[in-house]
């Protein structure tokens, strides 16, 4: 296969010597590729055309344009596993690569579409009131940036840690390169070929560099984004460039850390939460074997269990069935290159000059498959700090194979500052079923964690495990994990927007964020629930006539909802409430002001949706009028829905007119051509 890159709306190929990639389980040339020399073009492209295509979308279309691609590769997997095998995964290896990438396409556009706005920007927050008259108001925006996100990936995760960038990269309205690692780059090669076959995207949204990032950065400027995903040295380096520096290029780092998973006290050999902890142990170690920026470096088990955990992990390790994945029997394939298992068993001999190597099958891996003696495999192995207070080394050098070190902790102290050793993580998990040393847990490592996984008998089953990053929650750690963060759902599209604080007018606020601002211009001369949703401007608005709230009105609220609290009844109760008399309940108030706003004849408004917001400013009493203030707050187009949602700004007073009540409504409202 020779492996193209796509750039400018063309795939090419590259120039000079090409480099060879080889089959991870049996050592045989499946690819070559060569480096590329025209970077300029590619940035340029990316900004002129896929910026520009891509901002003509609002947010929540784009999101809807990513999940058809979703759609679309699911239907294409299989021939990315036959690519991924060549990596020397297992098909469950392979599961997570792929299906774990396609399922953060999904899972990305849904929480888009559910919490950010369908606008071309996002409104975060509230309207921030800047003067005491009213009249000078802010709130906050997220714009697209106008540049081009560059995003490095590293060998072990091809598809997944393409797809989890480029997902909330495109929701944004950022085009996006892609350059995957080398080694692997057939991976993603085969998955960007479907993607731009599928023509689903718009033009300039993604291309593809395979081989050398070259002088790329060069061309980069403040309005571009990097994010890198790999080993801490590299990561360094590229943070440090000169261009990076010099125009405050947005860079964020995701490091292979040195994570652990903690055995809790309680934990006692036999318990369950004592068996859960080597099975994930075991799990890790298998799991791409071992190459994955999550995976558990560091054991750290109470003193007195360290020789069970040894012996546990030990027997575990002897039964893995190491070999050529495509044999259904085998547990564990090879790492991904000769030069991968050269620099692992490098680090491992470091780490071992201060610990003690208390298992391996080095010398009897007994490989199951034919033709695999050039293969790339390495043995699981299982290391012994004595003492871990001390030892630098092992909180410092990584292995990044199927390689784990044991160490003990005598109490909750110990424990914290031994994890702490690891200089920042992205993950560790800790398995017990006591919540108060949790807690401890928590407050004591957590400031060095991007994420913290707690696990007993009664979470196993649902699990999703020490080293699954999921794409609902933040992924990143401090320190040596890169100081950055990605994924959390909607939060990741936030990385590719520029926040920007707009102080204006109620009105002209208003017009500019296209939602209602207290304080803006209404329009009161038709009824809103008589227009149809495109008819609807922002604005449109109506105040009701008023209405008395009598005794009666509570008795017969009180009767027919149940809601007997002492505040409603006869004065002699309701006098020892905070009220000091009896008082309307909240939800009778918001029923009889829907009574007041409510056009009551068929119309463009099909149903309440729901209500955001609530909040009882005042009470009301017996003989209190009130009356409401109804106003199209923002519209919500349900995209292949013949309704869509608006947002009305609900404002009850009394009779002296002050805020007695104020919410958002939300009503389905039926389209004027569907």
Known sequence: MKIESYINGNWINGSGSPKELHNAVNGSKVA?????????????????????????????????????????????????YKLSAWSGATKSD????????????????????????????????????LSKGGTFKARHLMLPLEGVALHINAFNFPTWGMLEKFAPTFIAGMPSIIKPATQTCYVAFGVVKEIINSGILPEGSLQLICGSAGNIFDYLNCQDVVTFTGSQSTGLKLRTN????????????????????????????????????????????????????????????PNNFVNDVIENLKKRISEIIIGDPSESEVMMGPLVSKMQASEVDSKVSEIQKNCELAFTRKNNLNLKGLGIDNGSFFSPTLLYCKNPNTNEEVHSIEAFGPVTTVMGYENVDELCSIVKKGNGSLV??????????????????????????????????????????????????????????????????????????????????????????????????IHPFKKYFEELKIGDSVTTKERIITEEDI?????????????????????QSIFGRRVAHGYFVLSAAAGLFVWPNPGPVLANYGLENLRFIKPVFPNDSIYVQLTCKNKQLKIGDPNGIVHWDVVVKNQFHEDVALYTLLTLVKRKNN
């Not at 020399?37 to 784009?62: C, M, P, S």
């Not at 490091?255 to 006692?268: E, F, H, Q, T, Y």
């Open 428 to 525: 560790a998990s800790c398995f017990t079923d006591d919540d108060l040393f949790a807690r401890e847990i928590v407050y004591g490592i957590g400031s060095y964690h991007g994420r913290l996984m707690f696990v007993n008998k009664y979470s196993a089953k649902e699990s999703t495990g020490h080293g699954s990053p999921m794409p609902h929650l933040v992924h990143g750690g401090p320190g040596r994990a890169g100081g950055g963060e990605e994924l959390g759902g909607s939060r990741s599209v936030l990385h590719y927007m520029q926040r920007v604080a707009v102080q204006a007018s109620p009105n002209t606020l208003m017009n500019i964020a296209d939602e209602f601002v207290k304080g803006a211009e209404k329009d009161e001369s």
């Open 94 to 129: 392979s599961w997570l690569d792929i299906d774990g990438g396609l399922g953060t396409l999904f899972t990305i556009s849904s929480k888009a579409r559910k919490e950010l706005s369908n606008k071309k920007f996002h409104l975060e927050g509230g309207v921030e009131e």
């Open 242 to 301: 000169k261009n990076v520096q010099q125009n405050s290029i947005r860079f964020n780092m995701e490091a292979d850390s040195l994570n652990c998973s903690i055995l809790g006290k309680d934990a006692i050999p036999g318990s369950d939460e004592f068996n859960l902890y080597i099975d994930e142990i075991i799990k890790e170690m298998k799991s791409k074997t071992g190459q994955r920026c999550t995976a558990i470096r560091r054991a750290i088990v």
């Open 555 to 575: 008795l017969n609220f009180t009767n027919l909802s149940g809601d007997h609290f002492y505040a409603h009844k006869e004065d002699d109760l309701a006098m």
């Open 32 to 80: 070559e590729v060569c480096d590329l020399n025209n970077f300029d073009e590619a940035v340029i492209y990316a900004r002129q055309i896929g910026g520009k295509n891509l901002r003509k979308f609002t947010i929540h279309e784009r999101a809807n344009i990513l999940k058809e691609l979703g759609k679309y590769l699911s239907e294409k997997k299989k021939e990315f």
